[in-house]
């Protein structure tokens, strides 16, 4: 809900507007400057061409200083967090899902995932995101306790943990899953899907090994150089393809697998007349898809 600033109708709707766009720009994630500098000029003058001047001098009773749009967003971001901890809080149950995992810039970060009811339906949100400076089980505990302790929300209302199999985790002595247990005896803990599949899919045929190996060589020849990426983007536009760039696989990242040989596969044409081009040594594996 938008909090009532002004009496008039007017400055009402001037404010809703400004709540509006802000939410817009936060979606888009433009920077808030847009606003101010693009957006309400662009509209002044699409009104003024379609219904008349004083419409248009009207649009300026919109606050969209970049101030105004940080405040407008951050406080459609704390309301939206509250709802979410009161639908937890009246819910009868619900359940977690962690995850840690250290980003491109070497940062380690904790997600977690809630699955709860409202309303008789089953809803599953992001419920925080938080840095960790050690990846130990003590503190993704701490950091996991003290967000649910601080925000009143009932730890014996949990019936589900989901994680990974890391040892910070799922250890049996000292384990994440261990520390939960101690507070709630009867939580079930699950071990995550997607981390089970990323396992197996290790020790996949060697036919397909050597399919999976060959295309992440052709993707690290096309990406690794600018030069190549550059080239292969322009063929991509000229082409008319859906896509421009190739996606890079990556060990640790479980989902990266499937994401790269996807796009591998609906840019084989493009590629197939790169590597021509280039005289890659790999080129002739593109050459017969049946």
Not at 30 to 51: F, G, N, Q
Not at 65 to 76: A, E, F, P
Request: aromatic share 6%; charged share 25%.
């Amino acid at each position: 809900m938008i909090r009532k600033t002004a009496t008039g109708c007017n400055n009402e709707n001037a404010v809703r507007a400004s709540f509006e766009v802000s939410q817009l720009i936060a979606k888009t994630g433009k920077p808030h400057t847009i606003a101010e500098e693009l957006i309400l000029p662009a509209a002044k003058i699409m009104v003024s061409a379609l219904i008349n001047e004083k419409a248009a001098k009207d649009l300026s009773l919109i606050s969209l200083s970049n101030d105004t749009v940080k405040k407008r967003i951050d406080g459609l971001s704390a309301n939206i967090k509250e709802q979410l901890l009161e639908r937890i809080r009246m819910s009868p149950y619900f359940a977690l899902q962690l995850d840690e995992s250290t980003d491109i810039t070497n940062k380690a970060t904790l997600l977690c995932y809630v699955r709860y009811e409202h309303k008789r339906n089953i809803f599953e949100d992001l419920l925080f995101i938080s840095l960790l400076v050690h990846t130990t089980a003590e503190e993704v505990f701490n950091t996991l306790n003290e967000f649910i302790t601080s925000h009143e929300i009932n730890w014996l209302k949990c019936v589900g943990i989901s994680t990974d199999g890391a040892r910070a985790m799922s250890g049996r002595l000292t384990g994440l899953v261990v520390r939960i247990k101690e507070i709630i005896p009867s939580v079930t803990w699950y071990h995550c899907c997607i981390h089970r599949e990323a396992l197996v899919a290790k020790k996949i045929p060697e036919k397909l090994k050597q399919t999976l190996n060959e295309s992440v060589k052709i993707v690290n020849f096309i990406k690794s150089k600018s030069l190549n990426s550059r080239l292969f983007e322009q063929l991509c536009k000229d082409m008319d393809s859906e896509h421009n760039q190739l996606l890079l696989h990556c060990e640790v990242r479980w989902l990266s697998r499937g994401k790269v040989l996807s796009r591998f596969w609906e840019l084989r044409d493009e590629i197939r007349l790169f590597l021509m081009e280039q005289q890659f040594q790999l080129h002739d594996r593109l050459t017969d898809f049946s």
